[in-house]
């Protein structure tokens, strides 16, 4: 076997492995990298987007991840302790590529004050319940992978959280969270796009 097949075969197998075993690698970012304010109102539920107006997100691996602020102007979450605070997010894939995956990240809460921490979690596409894996509970950062249904272009995904939320030092003075989130691709587009790059890398570095 001489170097050119060596690679004809080599390249195809390690992409296939690559985004087969690791899609999260592959994209974590949004195309638009928006950036959303909510309020606790009137608490303790905080709605982010409704089925008549969802929050637009198409994924990019290029892009930043979706920033969104909660602030508390009621004082609803005022006890030192922590309070379990409710949100509900409806989101529309407004790209081209399917998800099965979604991940967030409730960024460092100021110096001296309790982080923020995930309770519960469930998930709906298109109103229907569906079943995935869920790790990162009673910590910061949430994983949801695994969907037992695809997120297809212009499906529209409900995530209902629960979260513990300790009060900041001084009410009103800033956001109580602040979250980074963002979907990543179903594994086979993944594949697939990474093959294709890497065999068109392949061709050009054979080519005489």
Not at 5 to 17: D, E, G, M, N, R
Not at 78 to 86: Q, R, V
Not at 108 to 118: C, F, I, K, L, Q
Request: charged share 15%.
């Amino acid at each position: 076997m001489n170097i050119k097949q060596f690679k004809q075969i080599l390249v195809p197998a390690l992409a296939l492995a690559l985004f087969t075993m690791c899609s999260s690698a592959f994209a974590q970012g949004t195309a638009t990298g928006p950036f959303t304010l909510h309020t606790i109102d009137p608490g303790p539920i905080v709605l982010i987007g409704d089925p008549v107006n969802p929050i637009p997100i198409d994924l990019d691996p290029n892009g930043p991840p979706w920033l969104k602020s909660i602030t508390d102007p009621n004082f609803v979450v005022n006890d030192p302790a922590g309070e379990l605070l409710s949100m509900v997010e409806t989101i529309q894939n407004v790209g081209t590529e399917p998800w099965l995956d979604w991940h967030e990240h409730i960024l460092p809460n100021a110096v001296g004050v309790t982080s923020s921490t995930w309770f519960s979690v469930k998930l709906s596409i298109n109103g229907s319940l569906i079943g995935f894996t869920p790790t990162g509970l009673g910590t910061a950062d949430l994983w949801l992978d695994n969907f037992s249904q695809q997120v297809l272009p212009g499906d529209i995904l409900l995530i209902e959280k629960e979260v513990v939320v300790f009060p900041v030092p001084a009410p009103g003075t800033g956001p109580i969270l602040r979250i980074q989130e963002y979907p990543t691709p179903e594994p086979a587009s993944a594949a697939l796009l990474g093959l294709g790059s890497l065999l068109v890398l392949g061709r050009r570095k054979g080519a005489p």
